[in-house]
């Protein structure tokens, strides 16, 4: 079975500081994870993944992320948080050896004050 | 990224009545498609995985008499929720995988409020 945590529910961040949303994960075959945002009453966007490759994945909107094997995670980073980034984030994981399903994580609220 | 639009975005409807939500891949070919629920303050919950012309996998506990789903083709998926009840209310989101890609692709969501 494969599964996701994201610890917290909620982080708050002033704008221009550099944020962090943390994820985990447990999957038995290769990893393939996922950063979504969501925006009130909408649908997921997507961020951006690991598949292969380097452990540091750059993706929309200045935000990455490090893919740590060892540690199981796949944190998301931010070097300067703007207001505009407070939504909901999701991390998931798919299990790259089998399987169709996309597992979330229960989302983070990310909460940039000016 | 693939763009996918869902119809209607919001409806209201009478406890007893059917609703059909549309899910449609505007420029990817869908060989997957899948369909979410999503509580308030809540996380996705995967209910069904459809691939082009055959019948749709259900999750457990989801029942698939009541959520119809039709993939009639590869840009078009359609969730028929039958004889709605308040408790069926809820944000539904779709979403859409080909076969070469691995990244899946969400629809906007339909808000679903059953009276």
């Known amino acids: 079975a494969q599964s996701v945590a994201q610890p917290e529910d909620q982080v708050n961040v002033a704008e221009g500081n550099p944020l962090t949303v943390k994820c985990t994960y447990s999957?038995?075959?290769?990893?393939?994870l996922f950063w979504y945002v969501q925006y009130p009453n909408r649908g997921l966007q997507f961020l951006l993944k690991?598949?292969?490759?380097?452990?540091l994945v750059k993706g929309s909107y200045g935000f990455e992320a490090e893919f740590n094997k060892s540690q199981t995670s796949f944190h998301l980073k931010k070097p300067s948080a703007l207001v505009s980034d407070s939504a909901l984030y999701f991390c998931a994981v798919r299990d790259g050896s089998a399987g169709n399903m996309l597992t979330f994580g229960g989302g983070t609220r990310l909460m940039v004050k000016p | 990224g693939a763009v996918v639009s869902q119809h209607p975005s919001w409806v209201i409807c009478k406890s007893g009545t059917s609703v059909k939500i549309e899910c449609r891949s505007l420029?990817?070919?869908?060989?997957?498609m899948f369909w979410y629920r999503q509580f308030p303050k809540q996380s996705l919950m995967l209910m069904a995985t459809s691939n082009e012309g055959s019948k749709a996998t259900y999750e457990q506990g989801v029942e698939k008499d009541k959520f119809l789903i039709n993939h009639a083709s590869l840009t078009l998926s359609t969730l028929t929720v039958t004889s709605a009840h308040p408790e069926d209310s809820s944000f539904y989101i779709c979403?859409?995988?080909?076969?070469?890609?691995?990244?899946?692709?969400f629809g906007p969501g339909t808000r679903l409020t059953v009276l």
């Open positions: 999957v038995s075959g290769n990893p393939y």
């Open positions: 690991y598949i292969t490759g380097d452990n």
């Open positions: 979403s859409v995988r080909g076969n070469a890609v691995d990244t899946q692709y």
């Open positions: 420029d990817f070919q869908a060989t997957t």
